[in-house]
């Protein structure tokens, strides 16, 4: 969610919210426990981007594309489990939307820039987002209105 100043959208600043429960019920199978081992989220914005080009491409919202094993029981949101649907759905945009879309979704979820700062607050971060996933999705649109 973006929080509405007078000109517009903050893009720079989303409000994530998240609450916590105290889930008593036994660990699910292929899901660690250890919050060592659980995936990062390394930057909520891209990878928000990521979710978004991968609804867009795959035509449904993230939701109805999750396994049953990628939901809790109680329908609440979950990060670490909409990291773990979308990291799996990144195959399907390589089939589905081609290298370029499937790369630049890549890029998004798992922050994968081969930079270890993740600011967007960082030109040089911001030039790696560029090129791995402006360009790329720029690269797309170009080919498609060639068509």
Known sequence: MFIQAANGPLYEQPFVSRSFSMDKSPPRPGI???PSMMPAIRNPVLFALGVLLIELCLGKPLEE????DERTC????????DWVA???L????????????GDAVRHC?????????????????QQAVYEGVVSLLEDDLKQFHHL
């Open 74 to 81: 109680d329908g609440s949101v979950d990060a670490v489990l």
């Open 86 to 88: 979308a990291d799996r």
């Open 65 to 68: 594309l999750k396994r049953p």
């Open 32 to 34: 660690t426990s250890k």
């Open 90 to 101: 990144v195959e399907d945009v390589y089939l589905e939307g081609g290298s370029r879309c």
């Open 109 to 125: 979820v798992r922050c994968d820039f081969d930079r270890r700062g993740t600011s967007l607050e960082d030109e040089d971060f």
